[in-house]
């Protein structure tokens, strides 16, 4: 039970406590002079409160950060009241609900599963595709498959509300994802059966041993096509981490987000000396660049979290939150900076 939440709102360069400080980025050496903030995770939208408090659990017992995160968005994966990842989340057009996960560790190790089936936890089968196969990515049947020889349940992930939300859009059959669903409650009479959601939690810690790992989870965007996959189970898109620098989250429309290979080009812009704020926000104007009349229309937001435990965020429209979790505050959610 979550019994506060501070908000800091957009417009202030304050808003990442940490690291912002206006358009100077810290550089590598003046960061080895100060204090590192670790224990800390970070995640994308309100909902990553919730998934904080379960992957501090972990982090403040010493755990690791890969550990932390897989625990971390299981709890929304789990969610059946989330539209956009696990459990809870729509289905594709022709009424079947796959799920996109990836992870990735300090050591660069890193598993993903792609249009995943009757499987509630997606980033779990992720983390064991990392640890006990060959490969980074496993999709469909194959990941499905794969799954229930390593002992997971096989289970119907369409709820009734999904149904019935797939049902009133098959009236219409358009396509009009609404920008930042995540910060509400909708229900299917609260929307037009042609408009639904976008996104993804991805989740990035720093563990007491210094050590950085990531997770990114979604049901991807609802009512999509038959085998549609966005950027959330992409390496280098909707996540990367590389424990010398810094991780990277991506969250909104993923088709912009791996044109960009946004990600890795955040955590590449870190290496370069920018805070992890300004990374972002770079990561955001190169969207704008490409195809700018499309970036007024959708959402994309990054998240970022440096090797000093310094941490922001940046996004094409307003109303993307980000939630932080370290030994000075539990249930931060803050409002990110952003273009529009």
């Not at 249009?115 to 990941?143: N, Q």
């Not at 950085?212 to 909707?238: E, N």
Request: aromatic share 6%; charged share 20%; proline share 3%.
């Amino acid at each position: 039970m979550i019994d506060r939440r501070t908000f800091i709102k957009a417009g202030t360069i304050g808003a990442s406590v940490f690291s912002i400080g206006g358009l100077t980025a810290a550089t590598a050496t003046q960061r080895t002079n100060r204090a590192i903030n670790k224990p800390i995770v970070i995640s994308t939208w309100n909902f990553g409160v919730a998934a904080n408090q379960a992957a501090w659990e972990v982090l403040d017992g010493g755990g690791s950060a890969l550990d932390a995160v897989e625990a971390g968005v299981r709890i929304p994966e789990a969610d059946l009241s989330n539209l956009t990842v696990g459990k809870g989340g729509y289905p594709d057009r022709d009424g079947h609900v796959t799920l996109d996960a990836c992870i990735m560790d300090h050591q660069g190790n890193c598993g993903a599963v792609a249009a995943l089936e009757h499987i509630a936890h997606p980033i779990s089968v992720a983390r064991l595709v990392m640890e006990k196969t060959p490969h980074v990515m496993l999709v469909g049947e194959g990941a499905l498959q794969f799954a229930l020889e390593n002992g997971f349940e096989r289970e119907r992930l369409l709820t009734p509300e999904g149904e019935a939300a797939w049902k009133a859009w098959l009236k219409e059959g358009k396509y009009e994802p609404v920008i930042n669903i995540e910060n509400e409650s909708y229900t299917t009479d609260k929307l037009p059966g042609n408009q639904y959601n976008h996104d993804t939690i991805g989740m990035l810690a720093l563990d007491s041993n210094g050590h950085l790992s990531g997770a990114c989870t979604t049901s991807g965007m609802a009512f999509k096509m038959r085998g549609r996959v966005g950027d959330s189970p992409i390496i280098g898109a909707g996540l990367y981490v590389d424990n010398e620098v810094g991780g990277a989250t991506a969250t909104g429309v993923g088709e912009e987000v791996i044109r960009t290979v946004g990600s890795f080009l955040v955590v590449e812009l870190m290496r370069q000396g920018l805070s992890p704020r300004d990374a972002c926000r770079e990561a955001v104007e190169r969207i704008i660049k490409k195809k700018p009349e499309t970036a007024k229309k959708i959402q994309v937001g990054f998240l970022a979290l440096n090797k000093g435990g310094e941490y922001g965020a940046f996004s094409l429209q307003n109303g993307f939150s980000y939630a932080v979790c370290d030994t000075n505050q539990r249930d931060l959610l803050v409002d990110g900076e952003h273009v529009y």
